[in-house]
């Protein structure tokens, strides 16, 4: 089978679920398995950007109080 794909679209469905912490793992597993000059790979390099904005959001939040 092809793992890199299926890690890609587990990390895209955590990603929607708002499971970061999931979608990142799966999300970076799938940068390690995915052939390097394809279109998914774009979308898991976005995908991860999304998170990493997520996660400094959340952290301004949290300082915030």
Not at 29 to 53: C, F, H, M, W, Y
């Amino acid at each position: 089978g092809n793992f890199g794909e299926a890690h890609f679209y587990l990390g895209l469905y955590y990603l929607e679920k708002g499971r970061f912490k999931n979608a990142e793992f799966h999300l970076n597993r799938a940068l390690d398995l995915l052939p390097k000059e394809t279109a998914k790979r774009k979308t898991v390099e976005n995908a991860l950007k999304q998170i990493s904005g997520a996660k400094a959001n959340d952290h301004k939040k949290q300082s915030a109080w």
